[in-house]
């Protein structure tokens, strides 16, 4: 009796669907209706309909799918951040295709790009892509689920301690939208490398959407086992990078966001010291916003860039002058690219002036030696230990 509403209401409009509805289980109360689908692919195929054909329909419609397993045992609760959206990311060229494919994604989860890996260097937009995926999916009515690595990680430890590692695989497998960030830190943990395989194979047999995030090519990921790699790379895999234009009008949209004026000095500075990468502008902008252009533009003294540059010649048995030349040498190169390192998180030097100072019109050859080395650091331990000592035993010096 009580179901007869809404397929009475279905059958008068639409023939067709009805015949899809009646393999819903159907709830009416008084001033809702829950639908209950068979499967993720009706629960996809409802929210679509509901959206286009039924969005006046005079009670709330909701839909789940059988798959979505009582709570009882654990607290859904999404873990995303509301702020980061579709509508407040800037698209440019070198991050619009990454973007649409995001939007797709949230928008129709699990049957474009499944899985969809995304992979970048740092502060490129990465992990506000993976919560506006989720945001839009739980606007459309899907459940999403948003955990960086290492936070899943720590909890399948808790639960496996509790004997409980059932319901940890259930909730995380009963979501229609999986958010992993900084895959990268599966990296040698074995365990969650396994529970992380059979969350993926559940659902992705039940065409749920998985999203991973990762700051390298699943090709380049260490000490992940092959089978996981492989299912990475089964769906689409995706870069996000920068380009100077979109730069320019991520500086533009977030000092309109800190309330500061559009003054082209201002606008200039923040791009030529600043790398490629939204939390270093966001940082530089906040603290312009604070101090002012005056303190901040006032130059490092060329005496400390001088005193670093020697410093680091010394270390590696070089003279200050091999540092400045042109130079195919592996050994020069490397100890200068450490050397404007040293400049920017030492002293932090602007780009520009540790550029002027090695004789580069460019400011980006600053940019690209710093990025070089923390990669590098991330990439190995000695290089990471020696740079530690460097560090320290410089600012001793400089004292
Ligand atoms: P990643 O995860 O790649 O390291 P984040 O997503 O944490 O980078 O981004 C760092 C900061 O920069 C965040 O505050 C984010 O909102 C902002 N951001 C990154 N890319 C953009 C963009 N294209 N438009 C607007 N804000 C961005
Ligand atoms: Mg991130």
Redesign the pocket.
Known sequence: MERQDFLFFIEQTDKFAVGIFRQFKIKEEKDSVILIAPTIAYKRWAIEYIRSRLSNYTKRIEVRSVEDKEESTYEYQSGLIE??RFE?????KA?ELV?KVCLQVGQYPGVSYNPLFIY???????????HAIGNKAMEYGYRALYSPVSDFSEEMIAYLKKGQIDTFRNKYSNVDVLLL??VQFLSGKERTQIELFKIFEAMYTRDKQIVL?S?RHPKDLKDISDRLISRFESGLVIE?G?DDE?KLS?IK??MILYGMPLDQKLINYVFENTGY???E??GAIKTLKVVGMKNTSKEKNTKDIKFVVEFTARHFKLKPEDLKRESKERRIINARQIAMYLCKVVLNASYVEISRYFGKKDHTSAIYAVKKVEEKIKEDRKFKYMLTFLEKQLKKELL
């Open positions: 702020k980061y407040n990311f800037v698209v440019g991050n973007y970048g260097s740092v502060g490129l937009g990465k992990t506000h892509l993976l960030d900084d995030v700051d996000i920068l979109t991520i949209q977030k990468n939204v939390r502008i966001e």
